[in-house]
């Protein structure tokens, strides 16, 4: 992790620009379809960082969202198409997605939705079957 307390995470054009501040609450992988479907890609590397942590400093008029389920609302700039961030209004959370953060140290600690996965990670991470506990999952884990 970088030393700073603030970030800035920009879309693929700069047109919408984040401010984060403080410490990730976790740091981790998805497996889930909706992941990988919203990402285009085998995995997503999130950042979960509460609500008030994450302040839109440039473009807010260029945010689109979309919320296939109320409890992921997924944002998006509306001039290039980049992917910034999903708001989780259940847990009070904002995943900033961990590749459009600069300067950022990405150290993650679990997968969730191990049981979902199309690519097999063997990291010594802690493999939830879903989610843990605290986060309305089983909090079963998954041998790598």
């Known amino acids: 992790m ?12 700069g047109a919408v620009e984040l401010e984060i501040s403080g410490q990730p609450e976790g740091m981790g992988y998805c497996h889930c379809a909706s992941c990988r479907e919203w990402s285009a890609g085998p995995v997503n590397a999130f950042s979960l960082w509460p609500k008030d942590a994450v302040k839109v400093r440039k473009g807010q008029d260029k945010l689109a969202h979309y919320a296939k389920h109320p409890r992921s609302v997924r944002y998006w700039c509306s001039t290039c198409g980049g992917h910034l961030f999903t708001e989780h209004p259940e847990w009070g959370l904002i995943d900033v997605f961990a590749a459009v953060i600069e300067d950022f140290e990405f150290a993650p600690g679990v997968h969730a939705n191990y049981q979902e996965t199309v690519l097999p990670m063997h990291d010594g991470l802690t493999k939830f079957r879903d989610f843990p506990e605290p986060l309305g999952g089983s909090g079963e884990t998954i041998a790598e």
């Not at 970088?2 to 054009?13: E, G, I, K, P, Q």
Request: proline share 0%; glycine share 0%.
């Open 2 to 13: 970088s030393t700073s307390d603030t970030h800035v995470a920009r879309c693929f054009c």
